[in-house]
């Protein structure tokens, strides 16, 4: 048996998306989904988002609503998880002959120092966020600027993919699961740049 590649697997996923969109609970499943993507899930969760607004686009609102809180939430547990076994990680790191305790606080360093645009580009981008919200546990940045990027940069782009698959249907789904990274992160920058144009 052949070993389905990843975009067939995401193919998959969002007709099923689309077969449950009519359920009482897709909503809720979709923030579930949204959560533990935010802390071990593979796959992004965008391709639900999408299918289940191309069968479901009254519902776009609660969808993308949803999936922003359930993502945010699940940062908030990969940032606990990196504040409270941090020390742990690190102690495994240090162990490592060539990760030294200045490399370390180099990085450690700078993750304070733009701690913010990280979780932005995070939570916004295709970057991990996973990833990021961990890190970001483990440099002890503020909670609550976390959840307030989080919030920005995961409300964004939920809203983005849930509209544009409204209104435009079939072809953004299709264009997103082919060009998710590339535009994403198009407009990731774009904001950034606009950001330091404005302030």
């Given at each position: 048996m052949k070993f389905l590649n990843i975009k067939t697997k995401i193919n998959l996923l969002i007709e099923k998306a689309k077969y449950n969109?009519?359920?009482?609970?897709?909503?809720?499943?979709?923030?579930?989904?949204?959560?533990?993507?935010?802390?071990?899930?593979?796959?992004?969760?965008?391709?639900?988002?999408?299918?289940?607004t191309l069968a479901a686009p009254k519902k776009v609102l609660k969808f993308a609503l949803f999936c922003t809180i359930g993502s945010v939430i699940g940062g908030v547990?990969?940032?606990?998880?990196?504040?409270?076994?941090?020390?742990?990680?690190?102690?495994?790191?240090?162990?490592?002959?060539w990760f030294t305790e200045e490399k370390f606080m180099?990085?450690?360093?700078?993750?304070?120092?733009?701690?913010?645009?990280?979780?932005f580009l995070g939570a916004f981008t295709p970057l991990p966020y996973k990833i990021i919200t961990i890190t970001s546990g483990m440099a002890g940045i503020n909670i609550i600027g976390f959840v307030l990027m989080s919030l920005v940069g995961r409300g964004i782009r939920f809203f983005i993919v849930a509209y544009l698959t409204k209104i435009?249907?079939?072809?953004a789904l299709l264009f997103l699961q082919k060009h998710l990274l590339l535009s994403s992160s198009i407009l990731g920058i774009a904001i950034i740049l606009f950001s330091i144009y404005i302030f």
């Open positions: 969109a009519a359920k009482p609970l897709a909503d809720k499943i979709l923030g579930f989904i949204s959560l533990i993507e935010s802390i071990i899930f593979p796959i992004p969760v965008d391709p639900f988002l999408a299918g289940l547990v990969g940032w606990l998880l990196g504040y409270f076994i941090g020390p742990s990680i690190e102690n495994i790191l240090l162990n490592i002959p180099a990085v450690k360093s700078a993750y304070n120092e733009n701690g913010m645009l990280i979780i435009f249907g079939m072809p």
